[in-house]
């Protein structure tokens, strides 16, 4: 593999889980304060009051966050476990699709809290 495969291949897996922890962390620390329908995690359910907006906000960047390190953690190991067998660009690829994926997990956990504390009213 040369060297502009590998730093495509690590830099292309690793954009991901970190703008995941770099964001996640801001909107955990720093969250939108008011109902906004263009910034910050927007649902139905986390709309429907200002302490579900509240809650919504901390808990998906808490959870970004932790999405984004735990990826930052286990992309590595992946890459150097799969990077004999594959080929970079395909690896690449793989690990994108798979980070892009898990995004779902936070809103589903999310969404699984807001319908427990905050049941339609």
Not at 67 to 86: E, K, N, R
């Amino acid at each position: 593999m040369t060297s502009f495969q590998e730093i495509f291949l690590w830099t292309g897996s690793l954009y991901i889980p970190i703008l995941l922890a770099v964001l996640g962390a801001a909107f955990w620390k720093h969250p939108q304060k008011t109902i906004s329908g263009n910034i910050g995690y927007r649902t139905r359910r986390s709309r429907q009051s200002q302490a579900a907006w509240d809650a919504a906000q901390k808990l998906s960047g808490k959870y970004l966050c932790i999405l984004g390190i735990a990826q930052m953690i286990a992309v590595p190991v992946v890459l150097l476990l799969a990077s004999p067998v594959c080929d970079p660009f395909s690896l690449s690829m793989i690990c994108m699709t798979a980070e892009v994926l898990l995004i779902a997990v936070p809103v589903i956990a999310v969404e699984h809290y807001l319908k427990i504390h905050f049941p339609k009213q």
